[in-house]
Each structure stands twice: as C-alpha cells, then as structure tokens.
C-alpha cells in the first residue's frame, strides 16, 4: 500500500515536472529567438541559434533604440510605485472610516464603489480621457488621481471587509485615552491592518503594472509605459522587426519574473487573502 | 463609532471620493449622456434619442459578431480554466515532491501583462502554423483557440492558488471521517473534495467570467481582431468603433453601454446561481 502510494507520487511528480517544463516553452522560446536574426525568427521560431543566425545583443541594441526601453521602464516603475502607495493609504483610511461611521452618505459611497468594480473599463474610457485631459491629469504624475479612482473599488472592499473583523474596542480605547480620529487610524487600526496593506498592493501592482488602456488613452502619445511600448513595437513605423520585439518582451518579463521570485510567498498569499474577501 | 465630527469624516474620504468622482462617476454618467447623442469631441455632442442604439446593430455586423464570439469564448474558456486549474490544484495538494516549486512555475504567467503574453504565444503558435502555410489570421478558429490558450496559460496558476487554499482548508476529521467510513479515492473526490471547495468555486467562476467578458489586452496583441474583425471580442470591437471609425462615437459609446449592462446582468445571474450551490461542512 505504502510502497504503492510511493510509486503513484513519483508518477504524478514526473507528470507534473512535464506539464511545468511545457508551460515554460513560450517563454524560453521567446528568449532563445531574440539572440537570433530578425529574419530567421517567424519562419523557423523552434530552431536553435547557429552560427548563421545569432546576433548576440543586436536585437536588444535595436529594440531599446526603438522604443526607448529604459525610460518605458522608468514610467512604469514610478507610476505603480506612487500609484499603488496612494492607493493604500487613502482607501484604508476610507474604508476604515466609512465601516465605522454608519449613515447613509457611508453606504451610498460604499455601494457605489462596488457598483465600479462590475462596470467595464470601455463604459468610461473615452469619457474618462477626455476629463483627464481637461483637468491636466495626462502626464505620470496626474495618471496617479485616476488610478486612485479605478482602484478604489476593489481596495475599499477588501479593506472594508477586514476592516469589520477588527474588534472595535480597541479603537474606543484609544480615544477614551484621548485620540482623535487621525490619531486613532494611524497609531491603532494601521499596524493592525498590515498584513492587508501586503494583499491590496500586491494586487494594484499586479494591475497597474501591466495596464495598457488607460495609460494609451491618457498619456500614451508622450509617455509610453513598458506595455505601450512593446504595442508600439508592433504598429510601428515602417517593417516590423521581429527582433527586436522579441528582445523587448525579454526585457518586459525579466522584471516581473525577478519581483515574483523575491516576494512570491506575498504574491500567492496576496492573491488568495484578495479572492477570498472579494 | 457611530459619529466623527465632519472635519474628520472628510479628511479621510475626500481625497479618495474626488478621485473616484474624477476617473469614474462623471466620467460614467458623461458617457451614459453621450451615448444618446452624436458627437466627434465632448463639445460638439446633440441629442439624438436612440438612434446610437440602433446604429450599433444595424450599420453593420460587427458588435453582434463581436457579442456571439464574446459569448462563445467566455464559456469555453470559463469551462477549461476551472477543470485545469481544479485538476492542477487537487494534483498539488497531494503529497508530491517539489510541490511548492512546481506551483511557482504554474502560477507565474500569471504575472505577465496580456499585451506581451499575446505576443509571446504569437510567435509560438504562428510558428507551429507556419509549417501548414498560414498564420493565426488565417481562420478565426485559430484566433479563438490562440486565445483560450493564452488565457488558460494565465489564468488558470491564479485560480490553482485560489483551489488549492480551499481544499487545505477542508477540516482533517471530515477526511478522516470518509475514510473510516472506508471512501475511496473517487468517493473522496466527488462527495468531499468538490462540495466543500463550492466557495472557491463561485470566486473562481466570478473571476474568470468576468475576465472572459472584458478580455482586451489579449485579444489586441494575439489576433488585434484579424482576420477583418472576425475575432474582435466586445471590448476589442468597442475600442475600434470609438478610435478606428469616423463618425461612430455615439455609436461606440452606446455599444459600451450595452456591454456593461450585459456583463452586469451576467455577474449577477451567476453569483445568484452558484451561491445557491454552496454547502457547509
């Protein structure tokens, strides 16, 4: 029975090992294709680099010419760091506090802000672009306001939810003992919250750093994120190098690729801990 | 706490409540408003009832197809994502070696914006396609099936994660309990397993229905509708009325109505549907 059950495993981890090596092909195809040249990648993209079609780092050298990579990735670094910081700070604060105040201007906004997470993006899009630029929010600093927007339906309700299971009496505490509001949030409810500080920004970033529309639609002429970018690289103009797209999806992924393997235990904690409030 | 004093109320809602005014409320009720209307840019716009409506079905086939391929999708994809990602996280949680490191490969994609996955399963497919003449533009069958791969391939790691929590959780003496009771591996499986995941069950089908029914990225870099707009999705069909042609705003804005009252209609039926399912243990 043992020694069967033993031998079922090792079956099913060899399995497994193959199903894992094949959802990693895409990948390492697209890594092995972007050392070799241009013309030799669509016709023969299952082909090894030899001696006739490696170009070392030619395709990167082009990509990054084309594209301008490194500030791509400067954008989308600064806008989903201090997009996703804005975001958790001012949701907790909203969600705390209209969780804890109870009247009806709480749960109308409340609802409302649920109502957003249903509502497709295309619904607002075209409005929403053109309110960005009226208001002077299409630049990566003003790009912040409307991510705080579109992200606060989903922030507030995981926070809210957590929010509830808080024991309220602490907090009564606190103010017996002579804090305000502000004092309260910050010294008692925000270290209690911590761990769902973790899942919110987890999440955000997950979005923020891979959204492509409203980026496009708001700033997407004069400051192009890595997705833009990589879009870019399609309908550019003149022929299409295959090459350098190639490199540049290399590029895009190595971030992400680095990012999950240092914060991986958050990132499926996250995710899980996001799921089962949402 | 029942009260704060008003000065507080607003410090902590306001910057929140103007920024969602800003990038959602007006925006939403503007385009509720010029979806009645005809306009080029927001100044311009007049009333025109609706016509808009109207014109969304009747100037040419593209949003209906677009609905039918939409639809179509979203049921397959829904469908496979949780047989796989169910079978990959019931495979997991079982007492396999390197468990942990083999669930980090299938959760990765995950991570990875739909605009490069698009083009990393492009070169793949149309690679393998390649060697019978043709490419994903071809027929719209391959944009289909290119696309419920490339969505599998991502989403099925995030809803293994959301399964595999789920049957963790499921209490130690339940099992043992079936076990006692002499439940075989079938038995455990269909009588304990699945009803008491029916939780995850409802996030996982919320999410990917939801997911399905919006999907732009993918479908912009995999096929970008090609060939012709045959595998255009709603959200991919909207964004080319509104920006590819002339004159359609009105009718790209009322085509986007529609789509969120259909998705809101979907969500809601199917939230309504599997919350019934669940059981308690």
């Keep these: 029975m043992e020694a069967q059950n033993r031998a079922r495993n090792n079956i099913l981890f060899v399995c497994l090992t193959a199903i894992a090596v094949l959802y990693m092909v895409p990948l390492l195809l697209v890594l092995m294709n972007s050392f070799k040249g241009r013309f030799f990648i669509s016709d023969t993209p299952f082909a090894l680099p030899n001696a006739q079609t490696w170009v070392g780092l030619q395709n990167y050298v082009t990509g990054i010419a084309k594209t301008g990579f490194p500030l791509a990735f400067a954008y989308s670094l600064f806008i989903t760091v201090f997009s996703v910081m804005t975001i958790v700070l001012f949701t907790s604060m909203t969600a705390w506090c209209i969780t804890r105040v109870r009247s009806r201007l709480s749960s109308a906004f409340y609802y409302l802000l649920v109502f957003s997470m249903i509502v497709p993006f295309q619904m607002v899009m075209f409005t929403m672009s053109k309110v960005a630029n009226v208001l002077h929010l299409d630049n990566p600093v003003g790009i912040i306001v409307l991510y705080l927007g579109f992200g606060a339906g989903l922030s507030v309700f995981i926070f809210s939810g957590f929010v509830k299971s808080i024991p309220i009496e602490i907090e009564e505490a606190a103010t017996i003992d002579g804090c305000n509001p502000i004092q309260t949030f910050f010294l008692v409810v925000f270290p209690v919250l911590r761990p769902i500080y973790i899942t919110v920004a987890i999440l955000n970033t997950m979005w923020i750093?891979?959204?492509?529309?409203?980026?496009?639609?708001?700033?997407?002429?004069?400051?192009?994120?890595?997705?833009?970018?990589?879009?870019?690289?399609?309908?550019g103009y003149g022929s299409r190098d295959i090459g350098a797209m190639m490199a540049m999806l290399v590029l895009a992924i190595i971030p992400i690729v680095i990012f999950y393997l240092f914060l991986q235990k958050y990132i499926i904690e996250g995710v899980v801990a996001g799921a089962v409030k949402g | 706490m029942q009260k704060m004093p008003k000065r507080y109320y607003a410090f902590f809602t306001l910057p929140t409540a103007i920024a969602f005014a800003i990038s959602f409320i007006i925006p939403f009720i503007f385009g509720l408003y010029l979806s009645f209307t005809k306009f080029t840019t927001v100044t311009d716009?007049?009333?025109?009832?609706?016509?808009?409506?109207?014109?969304?079905?009747?100037?040419?086939?593209n949003f209906i197809n677009a609905g039918l391929f939409t639809i179509e999708f979203a049921v397959?994809?829904?469908i496979l994502i949780n047989i796989v990602a169910f079978a990959l996280a019931y495979l997991l949680t079982r007492p396999v070696r390197a468990?942990?490191?083999?669930?980090?490969v299938f959760f990765m994609p995950n991570l990875i914006g739909g605009i490069v996955l698009g083009y990393v399963w492009l070169l793949l497919i149309n690679g393998v396609l390649i060697n019978f003449g043709f490419d994903i533009t071809y027929d719209p069958k391959y944009g289909f099936w290119g696309l419920i791969l490339v969505t599998n391939w991502q989403m099925a790691g995030y809803m293994m994660v959301i399964y595999i929590a789920a049957i963790l959780a499921i209490s130690s003496e339940v099992v043992e309990a079936a076990k006692i009771d002499g439940a075989n591996a079938w038995q455990m499986l269909s009588r304990i397993t699945i009803p008491l995941v029916m939780p995850a069950f409802t996030i996982c089908t919320f999410l990917t229905v939801s997911n399905s029914f919006k999907l732009f990225d993918q479908n912009l870099s995999l096929t970008a509708g090609a060939p012709g707009r045959a595998t255009a999705m709603l959200a991919l069909d909207i964004?080319?009325?509104?920006?590819?042609?002339n004159g359609y705003e009105g009718v790209g804005q009322?085509?986007?109505?529609?789509?969120f009252l259909f998705v809101s209609a979907i969500v809601l039926l199917q939230l309504r549907a599997s919350r019934s399912r669940e059981v308690e243990a």
């Design chain 2, 239 to 245: 964004f080319y009325t509104f920006y590819g042609q």
């Design chain 1, 209 to 235: 750093w891979n959204d492509y529309l409203l980026p496009y639609l708001t700033i997407g002429s004069n400051y192009k994120t890595i997705p833009i970018a990589v879009q870019y690289l399609q309908g």
């Design chain 2, 254 to 259: 009322a085509k986007a109505v529609m789509f």
């Design chain 2, 76 to 78: 397959v994809s829904v």
């Design chain 2, 99 to 104: 468990r942990n490191a083999l669930r980090t």
């Design chain 2, 45 to 61: 716009s007049t009333w025109v009832g609706f016509q808009n409506y109207v014109r969304a079905f009747t100037d040419d086939q």
